[in-house]
């Protein structure tokens, strides 16, 4: 087991929704979240929570808790180096109603860590989504409008030297996070 890879807190509930993301450093969580404050007051719709902010890796959905050894078993074989994460963009996908931020340009470290982890989920069983990664971070929900004219960014960035294993519970005033695991990016 690699250094970094350790199950936090008690087994997971029967059926938990699963996914593996990149979590912001405490400051640039802060800067997303003034971000998404200041769309939610010109675009209208929901800011993220400043401690659910994170970019999604790859969503596994519901897995069974007694699947969770020989996930953490697949996700060992993850090598990836450490990079700098720079969203720079804000995107809106009308069909759900989401503002979210973005690379203008992928860092190769960042797409060649998403390529491998769903390369190793694939094989181990996990059917993941089909289309291709685009790196985002969801700032708003429920924007009430289809058309939308987005403000500029003022870009965050933050290093990313870990990624990890989450838990997500849905609940009436939005998702809640649990951290199951996380693994270390290698130099």
Same mark, same amino acid.
């Given at each position: ?27 640039? #969580? ?13 675009? =209208? ?14 969503? !596994?959905?519901?897995? #069974? ?9 697949? +996700?060992?074989?993850?090598? /990836?180096?450490?990079? %700098? ?13 989401? +503002? ?9 470290? !960042?797409?060649? !860590?998403? /390529?491998?982890?769903?390369? +190793?989920? %694939? ?8 289309? %291709?990664?685009?790196?985002?971070? /969801? ?8 058309? +939308?004219?987005?403000? #500029? ?11 990890? !294993?989450? =838990? ?20």
């Amino acid at each position: 087991m690699r250094p970094d890879a350790r199950p936090s807190g008690p087994e997971l509930p029967t059926g938990a929704r699963l996914f593996f993301a990149l979590w912001p450093d405490r400051e640039s #969580a802060r800067h997303l979240r003034q971000q998404a404050e200041q769309c939610a007051q010109r675009l =209208g719709g929901r800011p993220m929570a400043e401690s659910t902010l994170h970019l999604t890796l790859a969503f !596994l959905g519901e897995v #069974a808790g007694e699947r969770l050894a020989t996930l953490h078993t697949l +996700v060992e074989r993850v090598e /990836t180096q450490p990079f %700098r994460l720079r969203l720079d963009c804000l995107g809106f996908w009308p069909h759900n109603r989401i +503002v979210w931020a973005g690379c203008k340009r992928m860092d190769p470290a !960042l797409e060649a !860590l998403a /390529t491998r982890l769903a390369d +190793v989920l %694939r094989e181990g069983g996990y059917a993941l989504e089909k289309r %291709r990664f685009v790196p985002h971070l /969801t700032l708003l929900r429920k924007v009430p409008s289809d058309h +939308v004219e987005l403000p #500029a960014m003022m870009p965050v960035e933050w290093g990313c030297e870990r990624f990890v !294993l989450v =838990g997500s519970e849905l609940k009436p005033q939005g998702p809640g996070y649990r951290e199951i695991a996380g693994w270390p990016l290698l130099h």
